[in-house]
């Protein structure tokens, strides 16, 4: 099997986007197109990863580049996953943001999940201990 070919700031298309975010079950964002473009054309930082030019992974992030990252949207297509795509993803935006102070994400509650962003460097803010952070988010 080729290696993954990771490319930065990729020109996307919605008809290439689609697929992969159906193959993942991410309905929210294939039900609205439009929105989906519009939130990949405004991230600030975006990889992708391709496979004999096959789109099978990507991430995005919103930083203001200085003091906060927000890792947005790690996808890889089933039939990829545990092959290291994922980590390649989220490495390319740990280089990108090496001096950024903080990295964020939410993800689902799987212990799956966890255990790879914590493979990642990533620790869950409750296990900073009691009263030392707090986590809000607003969902419309």
Do not use: H
Not at 84 to 93: D, F, I, K
Not at 119 to 133: C, K, M, V
């Amino acid at each position: 099997m080729d290696e993954p070919v990771l490319e930065e700031r990729p020109g996307l298309t919605t008809a290439e986007l689609l697929p992969l975010y159906e193959s993942v079950g991410w309905s929210a964002y294939t039900k609205e197109p439009d929105l989906l473009a519009t939130a990949i054309a405004g991230s600030s930082f975006v990889v992708t990863a391709r496979r004999g030019g096959r789109l099978i992974g990507l991430a995005r992030a919103l930083s203001d580049g200085a003091t906060i990252c927000y890792l947005q949207d790690v996808l890889v297509r089933p039939e990829e996953r545990r092959n290291g795509v994922g980590r390649l993803l989220v490495q390319a935006m740990l280089d990108r943001y090496a001096n950024v102070r903080q990295k964020v994400l939410l993800t689902d509650d799987e212990p799956a999940q966890r255990a790879f962003y914590e493979s990642l460097g990533y620790a869950e803010t409750r296990d900073f201990g009691p009263g030392t952070l707090r986590c809000f988010v607003q969902f419309d």
